[in-house]
């Protein structure tokens, strides 16, 4: 449900980089997603289509780039993809953990002309 | 001819920045601030009432209520005694830095020592927008079942103290406690946690304590 307010932000940073570099038209968008990100591709896409109609970013192709998760045990040090209900280290079962990646969530460039 | 411009930056950084603005706000007033998150029902506004009548007698309190739509919960808040401000979010899932932007300049915070935000319940949308407060507080409740801290992790991940409510319930539902606690331990190592029931008042003393303890603190 949050997706129209982080489209509008998207739209935002990609307008007024466009046009600081004096560019005519948005054609691709850089999108860095990490898995534990809450945000559904197919939702921005959707708003993506209605706010930026009239922009000089209209039209333009989003592209979302899924960073997997992946945990280091604190203890052991074994870097790991967390499990749907098990974060814990699947080799010395501590949960002394910390997200390695996962957590992304930036624009990370555009592609104008 | 096509041009790649690198940018990398935070998509929620507008409402990052407002954050920043509203922390720097709070922190010119000497205001304390908590962000309640939960989802519907968890008791939100139960533990708004608890903690006004609770500390009224030393803190001075200011409550921001956000919901989609009435001011039932503002009402709760300043009929138990405390300064509440409502922000209907029209559909909106969440609270955003501006909203509460907008709540913090309509408020005296000269006569406030401590503000509680009340977020809209979701365990999802909140997680994501900071808001600026200083600690944020995940209320968890019996009801809802052991499995959320798996389901919903973002949200987890991310509170500074944790309250269980309604355990008074814990004889009539099933809630294995060991296994909500392993989930919260995972995603949160050594997380505070407060287990309580705003019904019967069992455990708040620990709960007024540590708000006490943070706001003579901050």
Not at chain 2, 2 to 28: G, M, Y
Not at chain 2, 55 to 80: E, Y
């Amino acid at each position: 449900m949050h997706e129209l307010p982080i489209t509008e932000s998207i739209l935002e940073i990609a307008l007024r980089h466009a046009r600081q570099a004096n560019a005519r038209r948005v054609t691709t968008i850089y999108l860095v997603i990490g898995q534990m990100a809450t945000i559904i591709d197919d939702s921005v896409q959707f708003y993506w289509d209605i706010i930026a109609k009239d922009s000089i970013a209209e039209g333009a192709q989003l592209l979302f780039k899924r960073i997997p998760a992946s945990i280091q045990c604190q203890v052991c040090s074994l870097r790991y993809s967390p499990n749907q209900d098990d974060f814990s280290c699947p080799d010395c079962g501590s949960s002394k953990i910390k997200v390695v990646s996962g957590d992304e969530f930036y624009l990370e460039a555009i592609d104008v002309e | 001819m096509t041009q790649r411009i690198s940018i990398v930056e935070n998509i929620l950084n507008a409402n990052d920045q407002i954050a920043a603005q509203n922390r720097i706000l709070l922190n010119k007033h000497s205001v304390f601030s908590l962000n309640f998150m939960a989802s519907p029902g968890a008791g939100k506004t139960s533990l708004v009432e608890r903690t006004i009548q609770g500390l009224q007698d030393n803190i001075r309190l200011g409550v921001v209520d956000g919901d989609i739509a009435t001011s039932l919960d503002a009402d709760r808040a300043a009929a138990a005694g405390a300064i509440a401000v409502q922000i209907n979010t029209g559909g909106q899932c969440h609270l955003d830095a501006v909203m509460l932007h907008n709540a913090l300049i309509s408020l005296k915070l000269d006569e406030l020592d401590l503000l509680i935000v009340e977020n809209v319940g979701n365990l999802v949308c909140p997680a994501s927008f900071q808001l600026g407060t200083h600690k944020s507080i995940l209320i968890a409740s019996v009801p809802e079942g052991d499995d959320k801290p798996y389901k919903y992790p973002g949200i987890y991940r991310g509170v500074d103290a944790l309250v269980i409510n309604k355990i008074d319930l814990l004889p009539y539902v099933t809630f294995n406690m060991d296994y909500f606690r392993k989930g919260v331990e995972i995603l949160n190592p050594g997380l505070v946690t407060f287990p309580l029931s705003c019904r019967t008042g069992e455990g708040l003393d620990h709960w007024l304590t540590w708000v006490r303890e943070q706001v003579a603190g901050a």
